[in-house]
């Protein structure tokens, strides 16, 4: 089983998680930036953190044989300090990289009038650079967070089918698909969804435009939930066509309309006397 995660936040993870997650199919990932829990004051700390996920994190996948891509944003939640806003001004030479996929998170977070403006903002930048656009649904007001999403998006210049509305459940599913935009799912040991309830969505709804993601942030969660869903998907009776179309050639259509997806993890060089951690030249 050959798995790519779509959405997993592996600042927040351990070497060990990405040993584990070799083992269990995962060939790569896309890591979207976001808040790290503790509130940044100043779009410089932003700047440092996307450094990282456009190089440490890169560096650190290919140890382990996993290719590793982001995508990059101003997230919902800190959209609304405006010490951070500055940011969005940032965001277009950033968006060239190689390794940047898509523009996000992006989307709501509490619903606020800061978030309508970055959303817009960024929907634009998305179109501008011909990046498909990764949207977070809200946690709290689901349904009327989607519906303002999409409100949003219906009157952007990014077509749905460059647009992947995530962390959708069961009371969002039927709208955010009737959208013509892509459904993500995040699943997660407590919250969110699971993978029993991620077969029942995908009986129900086929496995088109449909990617599973652990998301495995700072919180109780697990790198391992998509082979945890491929799992599932066997016992339920799905075949294994329909697993890979889910766990890789949904995530790969998806992210390769930004027309940099390379899902060959490059080795790293050698390493000075087995340290993981390269520390400059001589």
């Given at each position: 089983m050959r798995i790519f995660d779509p959405h997993i936040h592996m600042t927040s993870r351990t070497t060990d998680d990405y040993e584990s997650m070799h083992a269990a199919g995962v060939r790569a990932v896309v890591e979207p930036s976001f808040w790290l829990?503790?509130?940044?004051?100043?779009?410089?700390?932003?700047?440092?953190?996307?450094?990282?996920?456009?190089?440490?994190?890169?560096?650190?996948?290919?140890?382990?044989?996993i290719a590793h891509h982001c995508t990059l944003a101003l997230n919902p939640k800190e959209a609304n300090d405006p010490r951070c806003t500055p940011v969005l001004d940032a965001l277009p030479r950033y968006l060239v990289k190689d390794s940047v996929v898509a523009v996000g998170e992006i989307g709501y977070d509490s619903m606020?009038?800061?978030?309508?403006?970055?959303?817009?903002?960024?929907?634009?930048?998305?179109?501008?650079h011909d990046l498909p656009a990764l949207v977070h649904t809200p946690h709290r007001?689901?349904?009327?967070?989607?519906?303002?999403?999409?409100?949003?998006?219906?009157?952007?210049?990014?077509?749905?089918?460059r647009v992947v509305l995530d962390h959708l459940n069961e009371t969002t599913v039927?709208?955010?698909a009737d959208s013509g935009c892509w459904l993500g799912f995040s699943l997660y040991p407590d919250t969110k969804m699971d993978a029993d309830r991620m077969v029942r969505i995908l009986r129900l709804h086929g496995t088109e435009r449909i990617m599973v993601n652990s998301a495995a942030?700072?919180?109780?969660?697990?790198?391992?939930?998509?082979?945890?869903?491929?799992?599932?998907?066997?016992?339920?009776?799905?075949?294994?066509?329909?697993?890979?179309?889910?766990?890789?050639?949904?995530?790969?259509?998806?992210?390769?309309?930004?027309?940099?997806?390379?899902?060959?993890?490059?080795?790293?060089?050698a390493l000075y006397e087995g340290?993981?951690?390269l520390r400059g030249g001589e």
């Open positions: 829990g503790q509130p940044r004051t100043s779009a410089a700390a932003f700047f440092d953190y996307f450094d990282s996920l456009l190089g440490w994190e890169p560096f650190r996948a290919a140890q382990y044989g606020t009038p800061a978030e309508d403006t970055a959303l817009a903002a960024q929907l634009q930048l998305a179109a501008e007001d689901k349904a009327a967070g989607l519906r303002r999403t999409l409100d949003v998006l219906r009157e952007s210049d990014l077509a749905p089918e039927g709208e955010a942030d700072w919180g109780r969660s697990d790198p391992l939930t998509t082979r945890q869903a491929g799992d599932a998907m066997l016992g339920a009776g799905f075949t294994e066509d329909d697993v890979d179309k889910v766990l890789w050639r949904n995530p790969a259509a998806f992210y390769g309309q930004s027309g940099r997806l390379d899902l060959h993890a490059a080795p790293p060089g340290n993981s951690i």
